[in-house]
Structures are given as structure tokens and as C-alpha cells.
């Protein structure tokens, strides 16, 4: 079955410090990837999305994530965190299965603390 | 362009009663998908609309729930005999009609039901 897994319910990081959300995923042929950001009583906002070429994908707010297909991890990444930064984050993949369109599935989530 | 807009944002009833949900998606876009979302979950995929089109329904939409898309515009999402099973925020997403395009998200719309 297709699936995406988030390890860590919750990621703490001093602000000025590097932070990796970690993001593995299991679909059939080559994903395409997404890394979303919730803050409270919000809508998901797009950070990237990977669909093909250069493993490092440039994002939103700094934001970037690497795709490494032998790995099969999409993992989040920012070279200096900021308190701001404290949030919801949830990586998905795209189902092969879903034809033309572009339904997604979803990881569980995991929660970006960032402490002054 | 003003982004998906979903109304209302919150929404309390009582067991058994009717909701209807409304998401107004970023013009142009034809593409038009529903998710739900339950606390410390991701969302998951409900349904799908191309233009007017209903195309896919998850298992997770029982008989109770049922979508449209008039004339391709906005969406209604309706649930009868709401049970307690059924709060949870309730997510609807717009894209250009591309496999690759980007889904933006609405505000959402967290139902509870009591």
C-alpha cells in the first residue's frame, strides 16, 4: 500500500540552529512529493514539492527538502530556524493509483518547535 | 486572486442534524478536491471534481455525505444524521488541471458534533 511516514511526532530546535524534518515514503514508480505547513486554526500553506530533476528543492521561507530515492526520504530542511517557524508540518505523496489528478496521502504530522 | 475560501469556519450540532460546508476555489481552477482531517492525523482524500464532474469518491465517504460542484464553480459538502464520529476539520483544495500542479488549501471548516 502506498504510505507516507513521519518518525518523530514532535522536533525541537534552538532558533538559529539548522532543523530536518524527517519524511520516508512507500508508492509504486516515481513520486511526486509535497511538504505542506499548518499553523493553528489554519488551511495547509505549500512549502515545495518535488516532481523530477535536482534532488534539492528550494522553497518557501527558506525551506528546502532532498529526495533521495535509494533512501526513499524527502526529508524537510532549514540552515537556521527561526521561532516563527513553529508549526505543523506534514509531507505527502501523490498516489499513483489516482489517475489524472493528483489525490495525495498524507503523513501523520509532525509538530516544529523552535525555542529562543 | 484571493485564495480558497470555505465557510463557515466552525460549526457546533447535535447528533443527527444536517451540515452543509461551502469552498469557494482560487478562480480558473478546475480541479477541486475535499479532505478531512481528525486530530493528530494528516488528511485524508474524500472526493475529487473536475469542473463539475464528481470523479472519485474515498470509502471514507459513506452514504451520509454527499458533494457537488455546480457549474464548476464553488463546492457544497453535506452530511446527514451527523454522528460524533463525524468532527474533524474538513479541508477543500483547488488546482490547475495538471498532474504536477500545486493543491492550495482553504481555511478548512471544523465541525463538532455534540
Known amino acids: 500500500a502506498q504510505s507516507v511516514a513521519q518518525p518523530e511526532d514532535q522536533v525541537n530546535v534552538a532558533e538559529g540552529n539548522p532543523l530536518t524534518v524527517k519524511c520516508t515514503y512507500s508508492?509504486?514508480?516515481?513520486?511526486?512529493l509535497f511538504w505542506y505547513v499548518q499553523y493553528p486554526n489554519r488551511g495547509l500553506q505549500f512549502l515545495l514539492k518535488y516532481i523530477t530533476g535536482d534532488n534539492l528543492v528550494k522553497g518557501s521561507y527558506g525551506f528546502e527538502a532532498e529526495f533521495n530515492k535509494s533512501q526513499t526520504s524527502f526529508h524537510l530542511k532549514k540552515p537556521s530556524a527561526l521561532v516563527s517557524d513553529s508549526a505543523l508540518y506534514f509531507c505527502a505523496v501523490r498516489d499513483p493509483g489516482s489517475g489524472g489528478y493528483n489525490k495525495l496521502i498524507f503523513g501523520a504530522g509532525t509538530r516544529l518547535a523552535v525555542h529562543p | 486572486d484571493t485564495g480558497v475560501s470555505q465557510n463557515p469556519r466552525h460549526k457546533i450540532t447535535k447528533r443527527g442534524q444536517n451540515v452543509t460546508f461551502r469552498c469557494d476555489p482560487i478562480s480558473e481552477h478546475n480541479r477541486l478536491y475535499w479532505y478531512r482531517q481528525t486530530l493528530g492525523q494528516g488528511p485524508e482524500f474524500l472526493t475529487y471534481?473536475?469542473?463539475?464532474?464528481?470523479?472519485?469518491k474515498s470509502r471514507l465517504l459513506s452514504d451520509r455525505f454527499s458533494a457537488e460542484r455546480p457549474k464548476g464553480s464553488f463546492s457544497t459538502l453535506e452530511i446527514q444524521r451527523t454522528e460524533q464520529g463525524d468532527s474533524a476539520m474538513y479541508l477543500c483544495?483547488?488546482?490547475?488541471?495538471?498532474?504536477?500542479?500545486?493543491?492550495?488549501f482553504g481555511p478548512g471548516t471544523r465541525l463538532t458534533v455534540l
Open positions: 483544495a483547488s488546482s490547475w488541471d495538471r498532474v504536477t500542479d500545486t493543491q492550495y
Open positions: 471534481f473536475q469542473n463539475e464532474a464528481q470523479l472519485e
Open positions: 508508492v509504486s514508480g516515481n513520486p511526486y
